[in-house]
């Protein structure tokens, strides 16, 4: 037994010592390579990776769900103040549905951030986007509640898909939030602009009107009423200032467009426009029958009082005619023999019409309007191709355009004050010619040409590369074949010795000259003492 290791001991040296320097170094690189791989994986395989299973927890509900996860022998550990729970991730997926279904946690939410961790190269582009946007809303939904007053965020956002093309337009985001607020906790105007602000600079073409805010008692956070929506601003003035010439400029574009041809008019408006809101209460009193200046008889009496008699004159002063008696009231007196009385009196109420207005008026009002118009002639070198009356009739549409968007409480617009309002010009277009050649040679854009360049560049590549293999496979094919044939026709070298007695001892001789010179020398020797 002895002796077999010890040969397999100086076969093994022998072996060694017969290699190169580079085999030797490939043969201790490989060994160690191997002892590496065995490591690594003997500790991926026994280490046990621990992932938020819930956040935002209570004390008394990570003191439940460890209590919980104990009993069931799991292991588990509390980071971040006792405010979060891990657990093995192998098992995060059924310690969820197994813990909602005894009601477990009251409060807290599952934590998504370890799907970062897990983002590696074979992940899809669609996984790396549902990532990326749960990331998105956590990150957002934990900014939020560090402001004052909110105990909790929901977040929900909506991000545009991308275009195929580079000239495609960007779409804008979206984005809506519930906030959870303390009770009785009254936001401040800067508050709100800062929230909106916040969620709009945290995700990527996110405008502020794309954005939601609630409470958990539906209430909504309105920015533009907290920027003062009556137009005080500069920015919201020019805004409306602006809406309003260009949504005017549009109708005398596309009316004088419809009767001309849209590239015979241009058309510029200017506005004038009153930013000053009144608010003002009213109370009236008007008469039902305006023409007759008389109210409506509600309630209407009669009195007559007659008396006839002989004696002594009948005494006393009239009464004083009653202001609501329509007929008054009538004294008749007699002569000393005898005397008659007799009193008549009519009592009408009339009603009247008491009105009482709130009036808040609009917080913008046109007060002044410019038109100004340039027409081209049918034949552009001559300005008389174009009827008068035809430019009469689009003076008369641009005058009616004037008079009914102006304010109505402005005073009446007169013949003479329109033609200082509207302005047509006749008159060649020179800046078109250019523009109307340019858009004849682009019909088809640019990046259709590079596209296609690209495509035939790659098309003649691939044709080139099945050229070459072709040329190469039909190469080897043509050595294989000769190969076959000179193996088939076999000649016989003639310096090849044949095989006697002779040679055969004489090879013996020189192997064992070289493998075991010691026995070779003691046959030598044995030799020569023979002879």
């Given amino acids: 037994m002895a002796g077999t290791i010890k040969k397999y001991l100086i076969n093994i040296k022998e072996y060694w010592t017969s290699r190169s320097k580079k085999q030797k170094f490939f043969f201790i690189g490989s060994f160690f390579f191997l002892i590496a791989i065995i490591a690594v994986v003997a500790f991926l395989t026994t280490r046990t990776t621990l992932v938020p299973l819930y956040s935002n927890l209570t004390p ?11 009993g069931q022998g799991i292991k588990s550990e ?10 093995p991730e192998e098992q995060v997926d059924n310690l969820k549905v197994e813990l909602a279904a005894e009601g477990i946690p009251k409060s807290g939410s599952i934590d998504y951030s370890f799907f970062s961790q897990k983002a590696g190269i074979g992940m899809t582009e669609n996984e790396f986007n549902v990532v990326k ?8 939904s934990n900014l939020i509640k560090g402001i004052d007053g909110v105990n909790d965020a929901k977040v929900m956002i909506n991000l545009p898909e991308k275009g195929v093309f580079v000239n495609d337009g960007k779409e804008e985001a979206s984005a809506s939030i519930v906030l959870n607020t303390k009770p009785g906790y009254q936001f401040q105007d800067n508050q709100i602009q800062a929230l909106y602000r916040l969620v709009s600079k ?3 073409n996110l ?5 939601v805010i609630t409470n958990q008692y539906f209430e909504y956070f309105d920015l533009k009423n907290s920027e ?37 008019v241009v058309a510029n408006v200017t506005a004038d426009i009153d930013f000053t809101q009144e608010k003002r209460e009213e109370h009236l009193v008007t008469p039902p029958d305006k023409q007759n200046m008389k109210g409506i008889a509600e309630s209407a009496q009669k009195i007559t009082e007659t008396y006839t008699g002989n ?16 007929l008054g009231s009538s004294y008749v007196a007699g002569s000393d023999s005898n005397g008659n009385y007799e009193k008549v009196q009519d009592t009408v109420n009339y009603g009247v019409n008491k009105i009482r207005r709130d009036i808040v008026e609009s917080p913008y009002k046109i007060r002044d309007l410019g038109i100004q118009v340039m027409v081209e002639p049918p034949v552009a070198k001559d300005p008389t191709s174009l009827p008068q009356a035809r430019v009469d009739d689009i003076t008369k549409m641009l005058g009616t355009i004037v008079r009914t968007t102006i304010d109505g409480t402005q005073p009446e617009l007169t013949n003479q004050d329109l033609a200082q309002k509207i302005v047509v010009s006749v008159q060649p277009f020179k800046g078109k010619t250019t523009t109307a050649t340019n858009s004849t040679k682009s019909v088809i854009p640019w990046w259709i040409y590079v596209i296609g360049g690209v495509l035939l560049a790659v098309i003649g590549l691939l044709i080139f590369l099945f ?10 094919d043509e050595e294989l074949f000769m190969d076959e044939v000179a193996s088939t026709i076999s000649v016989p070298d003639v310096n090849d010795e044949k095989e006697t007695e002779e040679t055969l001892k004489r090879k013996q001789l020189e192997k064992m000259a070289k493998e075991k010179p010691e026995e070779f020398a003691k046959l030598l020797r044995t030799w020569i003492t023979e002879d």
């Fill in 207 to 211: 405008p502020t009107d794309n954005i």
């Fill in 202 to 204: 945290s995700v990527p």
């Fill in 60 to 70: 008394s509900e990570t003191g439940t769900i460890k209590e919980n996860l104990d």
């Fill in 311 to 326: 004696g002594s004159n009948a005494a006393g002063t009239p009464q004083a005619e009653d202001p609501a008696d329509s």
């Fill in 78 to 87: 509390i980071t971040d103040g006792g405010t979060t729970i891990n657990v």
């Fill in 228 to 264: 003062n929506s009556s137009g005080s601003t500069f920015e919201a003035q020019n805004d409306i200032k602006k809406q309003i010439e260009r949504d005017i400029q549009r109708q005398v574009q596309s009316m004088l467009g419809t009767l001309i041809g849209q590239d015979k």
């Fill in 133 to 140: 946007l749960e990331a998105m809303q956590t990150e957002l």
């Fill in 467 to 476: 050229i070459r293999a072709r040329k190469k496979h039909e190469e080897y």
